[in-house]
């Protein structure tokens, strides 16, 4: 095997963040270019694979395309993105593959994420790695030796939607006091308003640090409510790391803090392992596409030695 | 490879439950022998290499012993156990092996039953298998692909004691309200009595049935607390098959039924999987015990075959 060229593709409703990677015979990745892009707005299958061989030249070995939404890894299908429309319902990694002749993989933006962080990120070093990225939803996934534990029905890692409260807010879900109704984004913005603020869930976080009462049993009641929904998630997942990242996570990371503190106030038998921040920031998805072409091309070595 | 033996010993404070399986070069057990024994009050490595060498004779490959408390499997000590108060901190993994001569493995009695309901029992047919054993505790194991899934630190699967009511009782694990402070034994036992009902956790289930007014909010309060955690366990594990075993699951299923339809009523997003009741009964432990000595006399062989 000689040096050869993976895509990732990070596509988000306005921009794409990729990475080309130069993969040794060791199965190393290099990367050799990191970029944004404008979305391609129509034809999309005919606009990636524009965008793969200009990148890539001729020298393309695999594309791994992350996708904000719920997809059907195993056959390539896009099943439904809210803020990629045009894309419901496509098969775009058979599509793709067939125009540009190569593997193509479709899987999900905070999948790719979580596989980054575990392996090259906050997570480098532990074999068992529970991400969270708290924002408008609170996304959550278990990664175990590099892999995404996505449980028999693929919806494992939900931790946004165990129930915190049972006489809570409704959520989008259908239940009732899930911790989104709870720490996300819109359920901080609707309580800071209620409570007389202006401004966004950051400014709710500004306001809570000058010490605005307004802001204080708001901030306090999500940073306990997610203590407590790790405490559950200790209980019966015990990882090895949690990592923590999203926008709500990051400057300040209050929230974060007042949840590990509640951990470390009430866990008994729990191991409370390091609950750290999440370090490739904005890359992570382009990061764990590269990941992900890696392992395939790994893979297909290993079988073609085999035979 | 030709036949031989395997001996797993499921040790109880009072008997020991054991069965004795041929295993053929494909690695199928056969079980040749299963019975009960008393377990022995001293001397426990003179004695369990007695009762090895009497039922296995010089033909044995290998023994799996399942204690009923905390042991760590990785160097064969059983590190605590209250039935069995005179093998804690003993060594008995490689005592035990050092005297016959052939690899002895330590494991949990309760992880020992969820490899078997897991492979030959409830759960056959299933990759990924919850298993719980409802009784004084609520034990909680995670299978998947035959293997327990137990966490970085061992401890992954405590149901029992997610917190399902944060005013609740005092659990002796430290927190409060934990599942088993609802739906443990003593605490069927305690709101019983309270509630002017006589006996056991299985009277105040007989009463229920019996339509007894004193019983229903009990029992109606600990099949829903039980839904509760299964639908965390849902959004958070997402396995493939539950299966329901322990004292308090058979006869009658009625707490099993009330927490099903809980979960049915208020699932949303979650897949529900098949949820079943354990169907190997008392021989449970030492059916695992066996799966695990086969295990390593396939790896063995593996191992062999490969230098």
Known sequence: MTTRNVLGLDVGGSSIKYQLA????DGLPVVVQQDTLPTPESDPIAAFAAIARQLAGDDLAGVVIAIPGLVDSDSGTVLRSVNLPHLD????????????EVPVDVVNDGRAAAIAEARWGAGDGHHDVFTLALGTGIA???????E???????IAGELGHIVVDPHGELCGCGQHGCLETVIGAPALRRAWRAAGGEGSPRDLLGAYENGDVRALPIVERAGNA???ALLTLLALV????????GGLASSPHRLVQLAVTRVDEKATFHVVPPIVSAELGRWAGAVGCIGIAVDRLTRAVHASAAR
Do not use: Y
């Open 22 to 25: 130069s993969v040794a015979a």
């Open 89 to 100: 319902g496509l098969r775009l990694g058979p599509l793709l593959g067939d125009l540009l």
């Open 140 to 146: 959550g996934c278990h990664v175990v030796g590099g």
């Open 148 to 154: 995404v534990a996505a449980g028999a029905h693929g």
């Open 226 to 228: 997610l203590g407590d």
């Open 238 to 245: 015990d990882p090895g790391c949690i990592v923590i990242g």
